[in-house]
């Protein structure tokens, strides 16, 4: 039995709740299942120098866990001095991930930093925050148009990230933290709204897989991409 009594094709319970914050530019809170994420997004008028008077802009993000997000407390990593190897590759590909949906260029010498802090935690927090960080940037660069800073929002498309795996031989979408544990093959998918490809992160735990398991795990997760996709338009639409 699955949490929440899923099949293996569904999602866990999904829901985004965009502008809850007053002070950030866009902003979102996502829950899929125990798992909870805040995007916020902020817009600063400089660039990293590497872009200077090259017209374009940047995207970066983010990651975090608070200390209690997970079953026993985590200490703060700005209390340790350095951040952990994992956080580092998340927030990078939230970051590659979000830039793919966006003509930097359109966006001008300007830069909107993701902000994801993972409040609580069971499972599937980096493709919740790239799921999330989409919402809040589309925000963003809404109250930049509405203040007249832009004439358009730059964006190519939307993106969505969603986890699949093989577990006891079996297919399964979006898995919480017990499935991902036991996972014999472990992948996250970012597509966008028509289903292209920007990443996908794709390991056999001390296993390997055939074309067959992955084609399978690819259908699982185009179904869950268009359900989120969905649940992220509704939600911009309801600020």
Known sequence: MRSFGR?????????????????????????CGHTRVLCTATVEDNIPPFLRNTGKGWVTAEYGMLPRATGSRNPREAARGKQSGRTQEIQRLIGRALRACIN?????????IIDCDVIEADGGTRCASITGGYVALHLALQKLVDDGRLNHIPLLHSIAAVSCGIVDGKTL??????????????????LTNSLRIVEIQASGEEHTFDEESFN????????????????????IRSV
């Open 173 to 190: 979408l979006d898995l919480d933290y017990v499935e991902d544990s036991a996972a014999q093959v472990d992948a996250n998918f970012i």
């Open 104 to 112: 930097l260029e359109k966006l001008g010498e300007r830069q909107i």
């Open 7 to 31: 099949e293996a094709h569904q999602l866990r319970p999904t829901k985004i709740e965009a502008g809850v914050s007053r002070n950030a530019e866009g902003s979102c809170l996502i829950q």
């Open 216 to 235: 399978a795990m690819m259908h699982h997760a185009k179904t869950g991409i268009e359900e989120l996709t969905a649940l992220q338009m509704a939600a």
